[in-house]
């Protein structure tokens, strides 16, 4: 098994909540892709929020579905 070093500030250490220096790299593969899941989580609402996606109903959603296949399936 190989070790391997990396450098962060403690802005980040905090960030990511972690409590030691030392894990697995799973682990580390865990960590890094929770945060980016929630950076790409709070990107996604920024946007619907700002196309008014988010105020759309469950129903005004289900038409939109709708309409894009059928307009799919026409264009085949």
Known sequence: MRTINVSISDLEYNKFGLKSNKFSFSDLIDIVSKELTKQKLNESIELAEKYGLSKMTMDDISKEV???????????
């Not at 894009?68 to 026409?74: H, L, Q």
């Open 66 to 76: 709708k309409a894009v296949r059928k307009n799919a399936k026409n264009n085949n």
